[in-house]
Nanobody, 125 residues
Framework: QVLLVESGGGLVQPGDSLRLSCAAS????????LGWFRQSHGDNRDYVAA????????SYEDSVKGRFTVSRDNANNRAYLQLNSLKPGDTGVYYC??????????????????WGQGTQVTVSS
């Protein structure tokens, strides 16, 4: 199985940027489609973005379109989520998740099999 570790979170002000990283070990990241999810106040993990195995296709939740960018570096077993123009509503724990590219779905947390421990992002003035 693949092990995922997120990093890069922090406390920032509205309008600031952060770059989250997801480092994979155990199995090649190139075997998996990836998603990023956000959990706030103990609620369900909400879909943020997803990217296919090759990095060619990316998808975003409507509220982050134009502000967040998902990418991956399969050669180095890493994925990234660039967060720009951050808003207080973006606050939460961000999780990287992996799934087989052959299983259906991509925008629900139940679609994914492997999860990192999460990294906290807090946007506050």
């Amino acid at each position: 199985q693949v092990l995922l570790v997120e990093s890069g979170g922090g406390l920032v002000q509205p309008g600031d940027s952060l770059r989250l990283s997801c480092a994979a070990s155990g199995r090649a990241l190139s075997m998996y489609a990836l998603g990023w999810f956000r959990q706030s106040h103990g609620d369900n993990r909400d879909y943020v973005a997803a990217i296919d195995v090759s990095g060619t296709l990316a998808s975003y939740e409507d509220s982050v379109k134009g502000r967040f960018t998902v990418s991956r570096d399969n050669a180095n077993n890493r994925a990234y989520l660039q967060l720009n123009s951050l808003k207080p509503g973006d606050t939460g724990v961000y999780y990287c998740a992996a799934k087989s590219p052959y299983s259906p779905g991509f925008d629900d947390y139940t679609d994914y099999d492997y999860w990192g421990q999460g990294t906290q992002v807090t946007v506050s003035s």
